[in-house]
Each structure stands twice: as C-alpha cells, then as structure tokens.
C-alpha cells in the first residue's frame, strides 16, 4: 500500500532557527516528489519538485533532498520568518505500467515560529 | 493569487441537502483536480478532469460527483449531505495534468453541515 509519512507532527521553533521535516514514503514505482506549504485555510503552494534522479532542490531559504534508495525526503528551512509558519505536506507521485499517475499525500507537519 | 478562482468561499447548508462547489482553472490549463481536506486532516484526492474528460478517480463517494465544462471550468456536486462532509474543498488546475507539473491551488470552499 502507498503510504507517505511525515515527521513530527508539530514543531514550534523560534525566529532565525532552522529546522529539517522529514517525510518516508512507501510509494512504488516512484515518479516524483513535492512539498508543498500551507499557511491555515489556504490552498497549498508549491515548494519543490524533485525526480528520481535529483538529489537536492532550492527554493529561497527552503531546501528539499531526496534519497531514492531508502525512500526519504528532507525539507530544510534557514534562517526560519514568521511567515513560515503553515503547514508543509509531502506529496508523492507513482506512475503505475498501466493507468495514470496517482499522488499520495502526507499528512503534514506543522510548523509554528514563535518571535 | 494562484490564477484558479472558487466560489463560494464559504457554504452553510442542512443535513440530506446537494451543493454545487464550483472552479474556474488558470487560463490555458486544461486539467482540474478537486481535495477535500477535513478538519485536521491531510489532502484527500477526489477527481481528476483534462480536457472535459475524467482522468483519474480517488476517494470520491458516490454521493459526490464532478464535470469539466467545454469552457474548462468545473463543478463538483455534492448531495444527501452528511455531517462528516464538512470540510475545506480545493480545486487546483495544471497545464497536462501530469504531476511533475506544476498545480495551481484555489483558495478552497469552506462547507458547514450542519
């Protein structure tokens, strides 16, 4: 079964800390993985985009890794702004032989910076 | 602002009661895609339109169902209306519908059942 599972639950750090979230997928056959942030009540954006053959991706202060070979994605957060604060969610995309692609979300990790 | 507009952005409605939620995708995207998102809940995938055609299905209840218009734009209807609905609804749109596209998210319809 696809699963996508991230870690903590909830983090609350404080202005100009960073900090790394971390997400495990079971998803197979592997397509591409997305962060994506989500402040309260609000549809999510698009952090980062990464393939099977990409290891690191930027995104201002925010830095995604990807190891494929033991199935874990980072995401790492600089110099953390109060406008940080959201959630950020995992998503993972499979690409079956046959059939069309299929995301699995994770449930997210919750992030508060407290000044 | 994403580009992809949804209206209503807040729904009140009663119990056994049909709702129309509805999207209008960034121009030029021929894809749309509808979430529901439950209270403390992660992203739950509906249903997947391109082109006026269905893509891709999740875990979209019987009781729910959606169209892609000529004009792109989408509706999601929503009937025999149970508590347990109530939720954020977002639509997002992409250019081709793959997922190593970028997609788009509206700013979600709040739906109350009460």
């Known amino acids: 079964k696809n699963q996508v599972e991230q870690s903590p639950q909830s983090l609350i750090i404080l202005e100009g800390k960073n900090c790394t979230l971390q997400c495990n997928y079971t998803v197979s056959p592997f397509s591409n993985l997305r962060w994506y942030k989500q402040d309260t009540g609000r549809g999510p954006v698009s952090l980062t985009i990464?393939?099977?053959?990409?290891n690191t991706k930027s995104n201002g202060r925010y830095t995604a890794t990807l190891d494929a070979d033991t199935k874990q994605s980072s995401l790492h957060i600089t110099a953390s702004q109060l406008s940080d604060s959201a959630s950020y969610i995992c998503v993972v995309s499979a690409t079956p032989n046959f059939g069309n692609e299929k995301l699995t979300f994770g449930t997210g990790t919750r992030l508060t910076i407290i000044p | 602002d994403s580009g992809v507009t949804q209206t209503p952005k807040h729904l009140i409605t009663a119990t056994g009661q049909r709702v129309t939620l509805r999207c209008s995708p960034r121009s030029g995207d021929l894809s749309v895609y509808w979430y529901q998102q439950s209270l403390d809940q992660g992203l739950q995938f509906l249903i997947q339109y391109y082109n006026g055609e269905e893509r891709a299905k999740g875990n979209i209840l019987e009781r729910f169902s959606a169209q892609q218009f000529p004009d792109l734009h989408s509706e999601l209807n929503l009937s025999s209306l149970e508590l347990g609905d109530s939720a954020l609804y977002f639509c997002?749109?992409?250019?081709?519908?793959?997922?190593?596209?970028?997609?788009?998210f509206g700013q979600g319809t709040r739906l109350t059942v009460v």
């Open positions: 990464m393939t099977f053959s990409e």
């Open positions: 997002a749109s992409s250019v081709d519908g793959l997922t190593r596209t970028e997609a788009f």
